[in-house]
């Protein structure tokens, strides 16, 4: 099984559209979570951290649910330039290293 | 932009010769993380430096090497390359203080090297 799975996608959306991403993460010790947008051969970028209980950033909200060992994100009212591959990333509690999941891609359309 | 740079952008070699990527860190961070992406995939933790040594290590073969200078700069060495090594190579750069990682260990990172094995 792999640390972090994500949903596989591709998401194709209307513009204003909302749409949300989902992860599951397998170790139970992770801390931090975290949300990452790659642009097509560009390096990550991050989006937010996400939170016990849950955080917004703007049209932007990341949810953690730790029983379940489960995170997602929500786009609210998608734009254009929302058109990117989102990494659900959690680390590995060994305070160094980071699981990425393989990225869900989104394209977003007039 | 997050003040990390990678040398070279892009780079061609053939098997079973070394390569040398470089990686300056952001100001003000101590800790340089490598990584591989290969095509589709998300990144793959090579491994880490603080205080110019190895912090921990991903599952890559010991031909895979690194360096960290006084300066916090790096470098990933990888020796006898080998076809599948043909990947985006990352380094992320962040702050760790007291043996505890700042800020839940927010990793910024460069624009990659492109690697291409022949």
């Known amino acids: 099984r792999k640390e972090v799975e994500q949903d596989p996608g591709p998401f194709n959306v209307p513009e204003g559209a909302t749409v949300a991403f989902n992860c599951t993460y397998s170790?139970?010790?992770?801390?931090?979570f975290f949300w990452y947008r790659q642009d097509c051969r560009k390096e990550p970028k991050l989006l937010m951290s996400?939170?016990?209980s849950g955080n917004e950033d703007g049209r932007f909200t990341a949810q953690l649910n730790r029983a379940s060992q489960y995170i997602s994100l929500l786009i609210r009212d998608s734009k254009l330039s929302d058109s990117a591959t989102y990494l659900c990333?959690?680390?590995?509690?060994?305070?160094?290293?980071?699981?990425f999941g393989k990225g869900t891609s989104l394209l977003v359309t007039p | 932009e997050t003040g990390v740079t990678q040398s070279p952008t892009h780079l061609i070699k053939t098997r079973g010769q070394q390569v040398t990527l470089r990686c300056s860190s952001q100001?003000?961070?101590?800790?340089v993380s490598w990584y591989q992406q290969a095509l589709g995939q998300g990144p793959q933790f090579i491994f880490q430096?603080?205080?110019?040594?190895?912090?921990g290590r991903g599952n890559f073969p010991p031909r895979f090497s690194g360096l960290q200078f006084p300066n916090y700069s790096s470098e990933l060495n990888v020796n006898a390359l080998e076809l599948d090594d043909s990947a985006l190579y990352l380094c992320?750069?962040?702050?760790?203080?007291?043996?505890?990682?700042?800020?839940?260990?927010?990793?910024?990172f460069g624009a990659g090297t492109r690697l291409s094995v022949l």
């Open positions: 992320a750069s962040s702050l760790l203080q007291g043996g505890d990682l700042v800020a839940k260990n927010i990793q910024y």
């Open positions: 170790n139970s010790a992770s801390q931090s």
């Open positions: 996400v939170y016990s």
């Open positions: 990333v959690v680390d590995t509690n060994s305070g160094y290293a980071l699981n």
């Open positions: 100001s003000g961070h101590n800790t």
């Open positions: 430096y603080y205080r110019e040594e190895e912090n």
